[in-house]
């Protein structure tokens, strides 16, 4: 679905990147965590298109769509008006309404079809943002950080909303994050980055089925593991690898 080949990116003089390469599958969750600054953005904007790499190859299949934290609906169209918006590929009306109720449904907005943005609650906001990307059908999703600006209790119910979305339509999805805990317990792949220049520093799988608890003690410890990776408290963990992992280093 995604391949990166020996990706390389400079921002004039500045190293972001250097030599990353990823293949993603389809339907696969790869999350994207490592250190501020380190180029995760930056990663999904050469992917996008946004901008084009310094060296190396880039290729996607299917439809792609990114999400960024900042982007919201537009507040002067109901949510049933956003969803519709992102629906033109669909060849007729009835197919574009009926897929407006299925999401309206899946993400438990029914009845609030007709309400605007500022009607509704940050949480309810932000689930009218998700069904009008998943309502879209992308094949590629790109998510950079869509629920930092949200309350943990917020944040929590929406990767539930999200497990459930791609359930009901599975989608290759490239989701960058701050939240370690988030990484751990939706994706199917977690790459951890270096500083930068930004190369790939592991690779974690968690063999757990989602939706992963957080409280789930393998969660945690790979958490534990990847904070050490990156050094936020203290040095890396030394000794046998977290069991449900596989690490490669690159
Ligand atoms: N358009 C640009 N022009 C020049 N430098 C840029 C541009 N975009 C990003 N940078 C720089 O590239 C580096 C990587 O930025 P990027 O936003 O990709 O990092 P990030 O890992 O997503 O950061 P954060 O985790 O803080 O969101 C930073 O030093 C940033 O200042």
């Not at 906001?125 to 879209?136: D, E, P, S, Y």
């Not at 790939?200 to 992963?212: D, E, G, V, W």
């Not at 963990?237 to 596989?246: H, L, N, W, Y």
């Amino acid at each position: 679905m995604l391949q990166l080949d020996s990706v390389s990116h400079h921002y004039g003089p500045l190293e972001v990147l250097r030599d990353v390469s990823l293949t993603v599958r389809q339907g696969e969750f790869v999350a994207i965590v490592g250190p501020s600054g380190c180029g995760k953005t930056t990663l999904l904007s050469l992917v996008s298109g946004v901008e084009r790499p310094t060296r190396g190859r880039i290729s996607h299949q299917g439809t792609l769509r990114t999400v960024y934290q900042q982007e919201g609906l537009l507040p002067w169209l109901t949510v049933r008006e956003n969803i519709f918006h992102g629906l033109s590929h669909l060849p007729t009306q009835s197919e574009r309404l009926a897929r407006i109720e299925q999401w309206l449904a899946h993400t438990r907005l029914d009845g609030f079809g007709d309400h605007y943005p500022h009607q509704l609650s940050g949480g309810m906001r932000q689930r009218a943002q998700l069904a009008r990307v998943l309502a879209g059908n992308a094949d590629l999703l790109l998510l950079d950080e869509p629920f930092s600006a949200l309350d943990y209790q917020t944040r929590l119910s929406m990767r539930h909303e999200l497990c459930n979305a791609l359930a009901v339509r599975p989608s290759t999805v490239v989701f960058v994050t701050h939240d370690l805990e988030e990484a751990v317990t939706l994706a199917d792949r977690v790459l951890v980055l270096s500083e930068r220049p930004a190369r790939i520093l592991s690779t974690h799988t968690p063999s757990l089925a989602r939706p992963r608890s957080t409280s789930h003690p393998e969660v945690g410890q790979l958490i534990e593991h990847i904070i050490g990776e990156l050094k936020l408290g203290g040095p890396a963990p030394a000794g046998p690898r977290v069991p449900f992992s596989q690490e490669l280093t690159s």
